[in-house]
């Protein structure tokens, strides 16, 4: 029976998934992933999670505690950094001691960490490591390695097509999905914010699937590619610390270059570090810019907001773009 | 002249006041922050900003309106939000309307030309030369150890003062005196009047006090403001304070230097990791105080602060393994000095009960046969 190892569907789920499971498979090592959130998990999490955290920490805890059961060890990789330029949120740095610290009875966690930024080498060292952790050979976590740049790469490709990340995974497993096609005429709205934020259909309340139902479409960071995102971000005197921020700063530039942006909504989640210092960069640098008529509109979601407020707020917003593009025209 | 003025924290603004009247500026003190300074500051500060940062910003809008036309602050490395503030500082202050000059100083060690050229544009300013600066600086210095020191020697006087009060009215005394002090000469006089004035409160020395460590982030632990004079509490509840962070210690370790390895090696089995701010020495001086004998730890965090949710978490293992209680307290602006109150003083009866048993307990196993 071969190794069954846990990948908690949160957090760097949205963004690196691909790798780990092509590598893992590689090594002929099951990857088993938790359900898509539902209302237990959350519950779950927020109940053990130290209460300040922010949602998609506690959401962590949350599916490391449905995983614990089924599996032989949990992969908590510590993301330090991608590149040399930035790092990871703190929560993410300090993730698998909290974890560890604060959820009882739990199989054996792989916490290597992932310090790309450090040296040339990217993510091999990561992987060097596992593989000699569970006993294989490098030869072999090499070829794994590759495959797993393989697979991350064409997920990286789907996104800058347009696919959504969980529609990106669907089409890497084989499924049929198209991305949804833009149509002209409709409005164009950018929706920014962290991926395990955004993508997680229960935290995110679903709000890019209702803005599609009311016929938007959606721009997302991850369909401009992340070098450009990056060099945007350098507007700002001094760079932001953070992956994820920096790329939705880059995104909040790169779009207001567009002409035709009818409006950015950023989602962030309640008591989050770094979005307080993004939400209210994005605030002003988006109000300096083209003397403020693009609208923008700042959802912090935690785990007592409701469904019908956010509808709300979304038709809200939705309507007074229609009615100023009907103005302006 | 131009006005300069510069963030209040605790006592420092003493020393920084003297380096930049030194300097040949004139300098728009900070008054002590108030509810009115914070009430400011969060008008105007993103809602999950921890509330150094709202306070700060009120600070800097309060010494605006009094005319400050350059502000001289700090920035960071990161990944501690705090490294950001100076740029978002500037930001919403210029989209207020406000002209002025902003000097972010990160520590030298992350590069030093910017460094030094940004000093060089500060110096260009009052035609200062470098050597006689050299001089304000150390003078500065002597004046920041000092007020390090004697605030030290209060937290040890307090439990045991015999009218309570009396140490923080002479150690507000010492406050003057110090101010007065300008050369190296002046300020060594002045720290000798000190130290005798505190030294000279009446003391009860038959008491037993506790003793507590104070960890966590180094704004809200060094403004009492902020912490609701949470040294001048315990002492008067008759608790030694020690304070894991003073301003120049952590300057010359953390700031001029790249942290205190033992305190990382301590950490190292529960935070294998640095998660910016204090997160990872707020776990190993937790540690530490266990080891040294503590009878307890308080953690003050400002709501949001990312590297201290982090030891937040970890801190109930901590306490577990070593045995050691440990009361986390979040503060922002919503935060009531009778709450605070009242648990400082629930933890502190605890404490007390626990030493009577472990006492008791000991005093049996020296006793066999009773």
């Known amino acids: ?329 | 002249m131009k006005k300069v003025s510069f963030a209040h924290m605790g006592y420092s603004y003493l020393g920084f006041k003297q380096l930049v009247e030194d300097m040949g500026f004139e300098a728009i003190v900070p008054a002590n922050p108030s509810p009115a300074t914070l009430d400011l500051g969060v008008q105007y500060a993103p809602e999950f900003a921890c509330i150094p940062f709202k306070t700060v910003l009120g600070t800097y809008l309060e010494v605006l309106n009094r005319g400050a036309e350059m502000i001289i602050t700090s920035g960071g490395v990161g990944p501690c939000r705090a490294g950001l503030y100076g740029l978002l500082h500037e930001k919403i202050l210029r989209n207020l309307g406000y002209n002025f000059e902003i000097f972010i100083f990160d520590p030298p060690l992350t590069g030093l030309v910017p460094f030094f050229w940004k000093l060089r544009r500060v110096l260009k300013e009052t035609r200062l030369s470098w050597l006689a600066f050299i001089d304000v600086v150390r003078r500065a210095w002597a004046k920041l150890k000092l007020l390090d020191e004697l605030e030290q020697m209060a937290t040890a006087t307090r439990p045991y003062e015999i009218k309570r009060g009396a140490t923080t009215s002479a150690f507000n005394q010492c406050l003057e005196i110090v101010d007065r002090a300008r050369s190296s000469k002046e300020i060594a006089a002045a720290g000798e009047e000190c130290r005798q004035l505190l030294q000279s409160v009446p003391r009860d020395e038959e008491r037993r006090p506790l003793r507590i460590g104070i960890v966590g982030e180094i704004y809200v632990l060094l403004e009492p403001f902020m912490n609701l004079d949470i040294e001048k509490t315990l002492g008067e509840m008759g608790v030694i304070t020690n304070r894991s962070i003073y301003l120049t210690n952590y300057t010359t370790t953390d700031v001029l230097a790249h942290g205190t390895e033992d305190i990382r090696q301590i950490a190292h089995p529960y935070l294998n990791q640095f998660v910016g701010g204090h997160g990872q020495s707020s776990v190993g001086e937790t540690i530490l105080y266990a080891r040294n004998g503590f009878d307890g730890v308080v953690q003050l965090a400002p709501f949001t602060c990312i590297p201290e949710i982090v030891a937040k978490s970890i801190l109930p293992r901590v306490s577990r393994d070593f045995n050691i209680p440990v009361l986390s307290l979040t503060i922002d602006e919503q935060t009531g000095r009778a709450g605070v109150e009242t648990r400082l003083e629930a933890f502190v009866d605890l404490l007390r009960q626990r030493r009577e048993q472990m006492e008791a307990r000991s005093n049996a196993a020296l006793l066999p046969g009773y």
């Open chain 1, 1 to 329: 029976m071969s190794l069954h190892i846990g990948f908690p569907t949160a957090l760097i789920y949205y963004s690196h998934f691909p790798f780990w499971q092509a590598y893992f498979n590689r090594l002929g090592v099951e990857v088993v992933t938790s359900s898509p959130t539902t209302k237990a998990i959350l519950d779950d999490g927020a109940r053990e999670a130290v209460a300040d955290a922010c949602i998609p920490i506690k959401l962590y805890h949350g599916h490391v505690l449905a995983l614990k059961d089924k599996v032989d060890a949990i992969f908590i990789p510590r993301m330090v950094s991608l590149n040399r330029r930035t790092t990871f949120c703190p929560k993410f740095l300090g993730l698998p001691d909290m974890i560890r610290a604060t959820l009882a009875k739990l199989p054996p966690i792989i916490d290597l960490q992932v310090d790309a930024g450090r040296n040339f080498w990217g993510l091999w060292p990561t992987c060097r490591g596992v593989a000699e952790l569970l006993g294989f050979s490098r030869r072999l976590a090499w070829n794994a390695y590759r495959e797993g740049s393989h697979y991350q790469q064409a997920f990286q490709g789907l996104l800058l097509k347009g696919y959504l990340p969980l529609e990106a995974l669907a089409k890497l497993r084989g499924e049929p999905i198209e991305p949804a096609p833009l149509r002209p005429g409709s409005l164009n709205l950018a929706v920014l914010g962290y991926p395990y934020q955004v993508y997680d259909g229960y935290i995110s309340l679903n709000i890019i699937a209702k803005l599609r139902k009311m016929g938007v479409n959606i721009l997302t960071l991850e369909m401009v590619p992340q070098a450009r995102l990056y060099r945007l971000s350098r507007r700002l005197p001094r760079r932001l610390f953070w992956h994820f921020s920096s790329l939705v700063v880059g995104a909040t530039y790169h779009y207001l270059q567009q002409d035709d942006l009818d409006g950015i909504i950023h989602i962030t989640a309640f008591g989050c570090g770094p979005d307080a210092m993004v939400d209210k960069i994005m605030e002003l640098d988006i109000r300096n810019y083209k003397q403020g008529r693009i609208p923008f509109m700042s959802i912090c979601i935690d785990e007592q907001t409701g469904d019908a407020g956010v509808n709300t707020r979304l038709e809200a917003f939705v309507d007074m773009l229609l009615q100023r593009r009907a103005a302006t025209r």
